[in-house]
Structures are given as C-alpha cells and as structure tokens.
C-alpha cells in the first residue's frame, strides 16, 4: 500500500471576519518595497518631464481615502516645493460646466481604481482646458489614466477588501516620491520605511487591547495638525465604513474653534501627534483636552504617549515628519479592524459600499 501525505488541515481563520483586509494591510511593508525599489525610477522620470513644464499651480482631484492622499500631496507639495495646491470640487466641471483656464497648471487625481466617472470626466475636461494632468492609481489600465497625460502606478496589487489599506500607504509613498523628484530629491527619507511598517504590524496584540478598551464607544473625535491631519481624516474614514462608529475629524487649530465643547470625559479624543513641527503645532490643543479630562488616546512619540489616557508608541526617531504619515496610519487601520471584530462585525465588507464607487 503507497502511503499518501496527509491532506493539509483546513485554516479555522479561512472564513474569519476582517481576513482578506488582515491580509492586505500585512502585505504593506512588501507593497512599499516594490514601490521603492521598481517603481521608484519611472515616477522620478514623469516628477522630471512635469518639473521641466514649470506648473503654476496645482490642483488635486479624489475622493474617499484617496481625497484624503490628496490632502497629503497638498502639504508636501507646498511645504516642500512651496506649490500652490487647492482641491478642487469635482462638480463645477461635471454638474455645471464651468470650463476654468488651466493653462500651465498641474492637475493631479488620485484614485486606486481609476474607474469613477466624475474623476475621469473632470480629468479630461481639465486636460481640454489645458492643464498638465497626472493621474495616480493602482490600476494603468484604467479610463482614468487612459486619459491622463502622465500616469503613476502604486504598485500595490489586487486589493478585495473594501476598506482601503495598502493601497492608501502605497499612494502616499507615490506622492512622497513624485513630490521629491519635483524638486531633484532622491527620496531617501522613505527607505526606512518598509522595516518600520514591519514592525508596526507585529504589534497587533498591543492594538486589540485598545480595540477592547474602545469597543462600545458610541463617538470618537480624531484631531491632528500638518502632515498628520490627512492622517487624522483616513482613521475617521476607516472607523466610519468598518465599525459605523461615528468618527468626527478635525484640524487641531478647528477642533478649538467651537467643537472642542462637545468633548467630555466619555468620548475618546484620537490624536495623530507628529514627531516635528506638526505635533508641536498640536501641543496646546493637547493641553486643553486634557485640562477638560477627555479620554485621550495618542498615536505618536513615547514622550507623548506617556502624557495621554492611552496610546501606541511610534517609532519615529531619525525619520523624517512628512513620510511618518506612512506609518501613523498603520496602527489606525489595526485598530478600525480590530473594534469591528469585537463588535461583531466583518471589516471585509461594510454594509450598503462597493469597492468602486460610481460617482458622476
């Protein structure tokens, strides 16, 4: 008789809630790498062709997590390069028309599909109208960078959970690079990044112990200031269409001007404190909540942390402030994952959403 290998036993995680966005965001540091050693060249040589047009301006177009990639663009864009950007409303193109010169001026839409027909018929309309347009997917083949002059490839492979996760890292990072050959810069500051992201992602039993504490929060208000409010506006997102809590996001210097009265000691505060200039723009909007007692949970630096009701230590030491939103948001994706699992829910597919969403 031939002896036969046994077959193998079947995962007992195989049907479990929230595995394919658990797959997804451990496939980041990967993601990244490819990014930084494949990719790396091409955008560097479209930040090049762009850069010798001289752009006046610059516009960016998204919605959702990329809106919020966008965001990103926006403060490295005129922090590094001193660029005007605005963010544009889709609408006054494809609701009303409006038909702006936008000779010399760099257009930018992002999107990880590159299948929304507003993006697409606002990309081209732009174009027409004379702008230089580069669009910024995961996806070449797509209507959006079929009508774009310039295209950036994310490189972050099929993504089938509906939140976004290693494709929203993966277009920073894009950005972060296509910003930096704008300029003549190399982007070194990004190489520490995939270790980092590594890292972070083994740290999943330290977030299900905050997910545990956070769990039946009916409210949560996310403030940060700089690079890390695009940060601030993602982690909303991400608990929003995953656990349906109500996450409220706000720039630091907003949340004082009238909403910091509805924090109290009940609802947890989130706040993204950038290791730089960002989070010392913060200090005194951490100082008032916490003079008003608010449950404080801090993602950022152990001196901060150490100062909060709870928290996640980042490892931001040595690295550079506009690329640690790449790692502020990983531990925010965790926790949005985690707080819907404990709630009963599946994170792979929020009620009532579809992975591209159809706008016009």
Do not use: W
């Not at 492979?157 to 894009?174: D, F, H, N, R, W």
């Not at 609802?267 to 200090?283: F, N």
């Not at 707080?339 to 992975?355: E, H, N, S």
Request: proline residues 8%.
């Amino acid at each position: 008789m031939t002896a036969t290998t046994p077959a193998p036993a079947p995962d007992p995680r195989h049907d479990a809630p929230g595995r394919i966005m658990a797959r997804e965001m451990a496939e980041q540091p990967a993601v990244l790498r490819r990014l930084l050693d494949e990719g790396a060249p091409a955008v560097r040589e479209v930040a090049g062709d762009i850069a010798a047009r001289k752009p006046r301006f610059v516009l960016l177009t998204a919605r959702g997590t990329s809106d919020n990639a966008a965001l990103y663009a926006k403060y490295l864009l005129e922090i590094r390069l001193g660029l005007p950007c605005g963010l544009t409303s889709m609408s006054t193109t494809t609701a009303y028309g409006a038909r702006p010169d936008l000779t010399d001026v760099l257009v930018i839409t992002v999107s990880q599909s590159g299948g929304s027909p507003d993006l697409v018929a606002s990309t081209r309309a732009a174009r027409e109208a004379g702008a230089i347009t580069l669009a910024v997917t995961n996806n070449p083949d797509s209507p959006l960078a079929g009508v774009s002059e310039y295209h950036v490839d994310i490189m972050a492979g099929p993504e089938k959970a509906l939140p976004a996760t290693k494709t929203y890292t993966a277009s920073l990072l894009a950005l972060y690079l296509f910003a930096e050959g704008l300029r003549g810069g190399d982007g070194g500051a990004a190489q520490v990044l995939p270790g980092l992201a590594e890292q972070l992602l083994g740290r999943q039993d330290e977030v299900r112990a905050l997910a545990a504490r956070y769990r039946f929060a009916e409210r949560m208000v996310i403030t940060s200031r700089g690079y890390g409010y695009p940060t601030a506006k993602e982690a909303a997102l991400k608990l929003m269409e995953t656990s349906y809590i109500p996450a409220l996001s706000y720039s630091g210097a907003d949340l004082l001007h009238g909403p910091l009265a509805m924090v109290d000691n009940v609802s947890p505060v989130i706040a993204v404190v950038t290791d730089g200039r960002g989070g010392e723009a913060l200090q005194p909007v951490l100082d008032r909540l916490r003079g008003r007692g608010a449950d404080l949970f801090v993602v950022g630096p152990r001196s901060q942390v150490e100062r909060a009701s709870a928290g996640f230590v980042l490892p931001t030491e040595g690295v550079a402030e506009e690329v640690q939103p790449i790692l502020e948001i990983i531990p925010l994706q965790l926790l949005a994952h985690e707080i819907t699992i404990a709630r009963g829910q599946d994170p792979d597919a929020p009620r009532a959403l579809a992975k591209v969403t159809e706008t016009h």
